[in-house]
């Protein structure tokens, strides 16, 4: 092993093993290599393997530490298969099954994964009678998780829920009651009894806490600004009265809350261990000068931190760009362009667009498909593959084609409406006996399953009828509203996100917002329909696509050579979810604005659009910019080309009136477009044998002044055709002149 490729304090931490150790490890310091060096470091000085723990959060992320050790101890021939390199979880099912006998648990427990949590709720709503539609199994077993996560009993809940005169929780308390039943009588836990019961065990049994802390003679933990309390509690556990534990993590990362994360325990670490060194990693081998110190300006906003201040070893590097756009397709197509015209230049280039939520995929995804560029979307799904947009489209065409099965099928208990897995049953065989469609058999109504669930089969005929009488009046964005109505899938679905902090709610706004913007380029229902089917086929991850879509969440711990950071908008980073509530969950939002900053290596674009399309509402509304922009020095941030204003520049934008959006160009209400007009119709009405009316009106428009949402403020200098095909010449600022065709050049009056 070299501890020569190590800089100064990362072999600082790496020799220093004895004792309590907190490394505050900046964005791209290079701290898994700090933890593996530590580990290869030991087993070389005669430390058994067997007697190291180190803990991270990730299968993929232990897998790499393990190699990485094998890797460093090959040339001295060193052992390291008994090291125990393990998630937090796996760690502590193996600790449990060992150990069980101490807690009355059998040593064959099962573990419990997602489906069987859920499977366990609604068997537990069978026992109280109570409807899965009131307490939506997914939801019950997310606020489960919650309150173990947070160390709340189900005595403590109930006395919570007393307090508040809240029928539902105190129903949600003895569905927690009956679960935790439920799973002791068939000797099982779920994943957040891994890591309560393994607490329980060190902490109320002595003498195996004992043996254990005998066994690791030396703890690593990865990312310890993602414990929760019950994980931090197991490492001072661990660490016992050797305490040699070391902690690696970086605060100004804690970006995960609303699982239980708390980002002061890195600063309770140095409570808990009083005597721990803290050594700093702040040689960043990713991004440039100006990325780093555009990021510590924005998080230095934060309370609490340590502090550090990073050094960038690629030098200094451009300014950020900031672009502002006149709406959410403009942001959309000004960064495709930019994408599409660094691999151009660059096949090799690894690029990102971040955004913080989801649903703001959905303009990327098309803007990049109609340049060309192949793209993945990282952590989910393509927007038009996720669940709810599916369910959503689903019953448009079951409106339209009601024999539709495989549409029927997907809706007919979304949202749920008591139709179970034995009613659906019954129906598939009545239909094949009849050789009729599952709808003929509904409307025939002579399909009786019992008296309540007859009625359900009703309802949702009398449901579907009802929205058909009209729905062919109808445009696709009116459409969609009146069945996001109707069904009350909005409501139910935004319930959900409450509960299970998601954003599939905000995904069917932006499904809204994508058909008003289709039909107004003139797209028919038809063919929206045939978008939303065909762009799914061709989107499966693909690790050599150089292009990645993802949230700001998904994007931790990845790098990339560009970012472009978009939607830089109050009410969409920070959300509109903290914008109202504590301070803690704005600076939580200012972290994930800065993992996203810190993932760029050369070359980072901010972005953020004027008007955005708003569900339920006719037109754009103007939006505020992010007051995380404000944070960023002016020296280091500069107005990329076409952007409709400089950094600094914070007014508040009122809406226009006239102003329909940028996605058709003809109908844009700029007054350069209304003079084309003005000219287009004199040239319509003009003599055919006279060309003094066509000259004109070419004349008329030569030397105005222009903006382009990539090139940037340019004069025509001439035009060239007529009628669609009609070319204009541009002289831009600063990329000199260019000929574009008219009708899709974009242009503004400047």
Known sequence: MHLEDLNEKQREAVLATEGPLLVLAGAGTGKTRVITYRVAQLIEQGVPSSAILAVTFTNKAASVMKERIRDLLRASGRDASDVW???????????????????????????????????????????????????PPRSVRAQISHAKNHNITPDEMESEAAQMRD?????????????????????????????????????????????????FQYLMVDEFQDTNRSQAELVRLLAGLRGNVCVVGDEDQSIYSWRGARAGNLKRFTEDFPTARLIRLEENYRSTQAILDAAAAVVKNNTERLGKNLRATLGPGDNLEFYEAQDSVAEAEYISGQISSILRDDSDARLAVLYRTGAQ???????????????????????????????????????????????LLRVLN????????????????????AAQSLWQVIRAGEFTTGKRLSGALNSFRELI??????????????????????????????????????????????????????????????????????????????????????????????????????????????????????????????????VGMTRAKKSLVLSRAIYRRTYGEERLRASLPSRFLAEIPTDLLKAAA??????????????????????????????????TRTASAARSHAPSQSGQSTRASRDSIVGTRVRHPKYGMGTITGVEGEGEDRRLMVSFQDYGPKKLVERYANLQLA
């Open 465 to 594: 009828e009802g929205m058909q009488a009209n729905s062919k009046d109808l445009s696709p964005a009116e459409l969609i509203e009146k069945v996001l109505d109707r069904t009350a899938y909005l409501d139910w679905v935004e319930q959900q996100d409450n509960l299970e902090h998601t954003s599939r709610a905000d995904n069917l706004r932006e499904l809204a917002n994508a058909m008003a913007e289709a039909s107004e380029q003139g797209q028919t229902l038809e063919d929206i329909l045939d978008h939303a089917a065909l762009i799914s086929d061709s989107d499966e991850y693909d690790d050599t696509i150089p292009v990645s879509l993802m949230t700001l969440h998904s994007a931790k711990g990845l790098e990339f050579d560009a970012v472009f950071l978009a939607g830089l908008e109050e009410g969409l980073l920070p959300h509109s979810r903290s914008i109202n509530n504590s301070s803690a969950e704005i600076e939580e939002e200012r972290r994930l604005f800065y």
């Open 361 to 407: 995929s959905r303009s990327f995804e098309e803007a990049l498909r109609r340049l060309a560029v192949r793209y993945r979307v990282v952590g989910g799904f393509s927007f038009y593959e996720r669940a709810e947009v599916r369910n959503a489209l689903a019953y448009i065409r079951l409106l339209f084609h009601p024999e539709d099965d495989v549409a």
């Open 642 to 675: 076409g952007s409709l204003s400089e950094p600094g520049e914070t007014r508040r934008y009122e809406p226009d009136p006239d102003y329909v959006g940028s996605y058709d160009y003809r109908r844009r209400s700029s007054s350069y477009v209304r003079s």
């Open 85 to 135: 390199v393990s998630t937090f979880h796996s760690f502590c099912a193996r600790l449990l099954r060992r150990e069980a006998t101490h807690l009355g648990l059998a040593r064959d427990f099962a573990i419990y994964d997602d489906d069987d949590q859920t499977s366990a709720v609604k068997r537990a709503l069978q026992q109280l009678d109570l409807s899965s539609e009131d307490y």
């Open 167 to 215: 029928a539902a929780r105190q129903d949600v308390v003895k569905l927690y009651r009956v679960y935790e039943s439920i799973l002791e009588k068939a000797s099982a836990l779920d994943f957040d009894d891994l890591l309560l019961k393994a607490v329980d065990l060190l902490r109320n049994h002595p003498a195996v806490r004992a043996a254990w802390n005998s066994r």
């Open 414 to 433: 979304v949202p749920p409406r008591g139709i179970g897995a034995t009613t659906v049953a019954t129906l598939e065989a009545r239909a094949r006996e």
